[in-house]
Structure formats: C-alpha cells, structure tokens
C-alpha cells in the first residue's frame, strides 16, 4: 500500500491529527474517532493497525495501555515527494504574505493620519 493510499483514508488522517499532539492510549483515539466517524471499535483498531504496519505509527505497551505515537519516517518521505510541487504554492503564498503586510501597513498608516486630525486643533 502506497503511503498516500494510507492517508487517502479521513480516520487514519483524523488518528494521525490527534497524535501530532503527542502520544495517546488507543482507548482514546478509539473513543474521539467512534465519536466522529460513527464507527465500531474494531473498525478503529484496523485503521490503527494500517498505520502501524505501514510505519505511520509506533505502539508501545504501558501496562494494560497502548500508547500510540507518530512515526515520522512515511511523513517525511511525503514532504520529499511533495518538495517538487512547492513551486506551484511557495510564491503565491509569499505574494500573499507580502499583499497581507502591505495592507495592515496602510491600515495602520491611516489610523494613524486619523487619530493626528483628531488630536490636531
């Protein structure tokens, strides 16, 4: 299975979201996902089983516990994959920030000619 036919899924990606926070019991990721989703415990443990085998995930036992964490291996061999079409967003997204930059600049430089004309006698 192909890293993006793991993440096509919306639970993996969701159990993946709730993990970038840190490490988690499976009870609670099984209990926010069957909340979200609808879906039975077992269909959770199976999506949390495809991201283990796949390496998006690492297991860990504390106890009676599974505590799952990211793995960011997959991730990162995404990030590369997806490095050749920055080109497409990286640009437009800086001439936003710098449209953005510019427009609170004149805002600013107006509410600033504003309060002088109030202040002015």
């Not at 192909?2 to 019991?25: N, T, W």
């Not at 953005?100 to 600049?105: E, N, P, Q």
């Amino acid at each position: 299975m192909h890293a993006f036919d793991v993440l096509g899924d919306p639970v993996r990606r969701r159990i993946l979201e709730l993990l970038a926070d840190g490490e988690q019991p499976a009870g609670t990721l099984g209990e926010t996902v069957r909340r979200e989703f609808g879906i039975s415990q077992p269909a959770v443990s199976q999506h949390l089983k495809v991201l283990r085998e796949h390496g998006f995930t690492t297991v860990r036992a504390d106890g009676t516990r599974r505590l799952y964490a990211v793995d960011p291996g997959p991730l990162r061999e995404i990030d590369a994959w997806l490095a050749g079409f920055r080109r497409f967003w990286t640009p437009p997204l800086a001439a936003l920030a710098t449209e953005l930059a510019r427009g609170r600049r004149e805002r600013r430089l107006r509410e600033d000619d504003t309060d002088n004309e109030r202040t002015d006698p």
